[in-house]
């Protein structure tokens, strides 16, 4: 029996987060949401960049978050939400 592969999107938002990359990832992210139709296209040229920041493994999850607007918008508010709780505990 196989494992489940885990969700595309927990994977990205664990790697970014681990790099404590979560602004400028949301701000990357919103400026590219109206060509997410074409990311999946362009994302070979990026492919070394997402290489290095998120690891190999889990490089092909961003191909498959920034194929989808839905995707790349339940992302941003991932980041997002962690973003505000850990504003929240550093401010108690």
Known sequence: MQTPSPDPLDAVAEAI???KLEVPAIFLLELCKPLVGCMRELY??????????LGSERAP?????????????????RLEQSREKNALSVAR
Request: negative net charge.
């Open 44 to 53: 070979g040229v990026g492919e070394p960049i997402a290489c290095a920041l």
């Open 17 to 19: 987060l681990a790099c």
């Open 61 to 77: 999850a961003l191909r498959e978050v920034l194929s989808s607007s839905d995707s790349v918008e339940e992302l941003i508010k």
